[in-house]
DNA sequence: TAAGTGATCTCT
DNA sequence: GAGATCACTTAA
């Protein structure tokens, strides 16, 4: 194995969400289909943090749904959001605390519901742990992210979960590889 | 800017 | 069982 690409383990997200959220950036987020690996920088993160953040679907308690959140650090969690979009969440915390990392950006691809179909994420990844038997995990590869090239801004589509958490600032992105977005209309 | 899409949750 | 909701994308 290269010793500069080191694979994230359990211990790395059994930590404080949004810490788990900043790390993630400038890491490489690795699918392996058959014979084929791809690769991608993560350049854009969201945290959800626990049953409080009215944001999480945590928030309204343990259903089937949200039993995934619930589970071991290190799982990956997958919906379908608008009937055409498969989401790609990896659960961080301890056991029995909902919060999860939901990946948005990767470098060369916008927008979560993209990355899922490029990387042909779906639900038979949901509840598995992000691990080379899932055919999907987390490596370092060395690349150093300083602080100031960090962005954090208030999580996108939130609204509903009202002024107090759609404001929090739980979005991690990249400067540098910002997307060309049209102006950011935050109200 | 509008609308499509289907799983999930909440009420009867 | 029925209806509302939703963490997005694409095409005009």
């Known amino acids: 194995m290269d010793n500069k690409r080191k694979k994230l383990t ?22 392996k289909i ?3 690996e791809m690769a991608f920088k993560i350049t ?10 009215l944001a999480c679907h ?3 308690g343990r259903t089937m749904r949200t ?9 990956i969690y997958v919906y379908l959001i608008y009937g055409m979009y498969y989401m790609l ?27 899922t179909k490029t990387l042909a994420i779906n639900r038979k990844l949901n509840g598995l742990p992000l691990a080379f038997t899932a055919g999907l995990w987390i490596e370092d590869r060395g690349e150093v992210v300083s602080k ?16 107090i ?6 979005r991690f992105m990249l400067k540098d590889s910002r997307p060309n977005k049209k102006t950011a209309k935050i109200k």
């Open 89 to 115: 969440n990896i659960v961080t915390g301890p056991k029995d605390y909902p919060a999860a990392v939901l990946v948005r950006g990767l470098e060369g691809i916008n927008g979560p519901g993209r990355l």
């Open 148 to 163: 100031k090239d960090i962005e954090k801004t208030a999580r996108i589509g939130v609204e509903y979960a009202g002024p």
């Open 44 to 53: 854009e993160v969201e945290s959800y943090d626990g049953e409080k953040d």
């Open 165 to 170: 958490w759609s404001q929090k600032l739980y």
């Open 10 to 31: 359990a211990r790395f997200f059994n930590r404080r969400v949004t810490t788990v959220a900043r790390d993630l950036l400038g890491k490489y987020l690795v699918r």
């Open 34 to 36: 058959g014979d084929k």
């Open 58 to 60: 945590a928030s309204k």
């Open 67 to 75: 039993e995934v959140m619930y589970g071991e650090a290190g799982t």
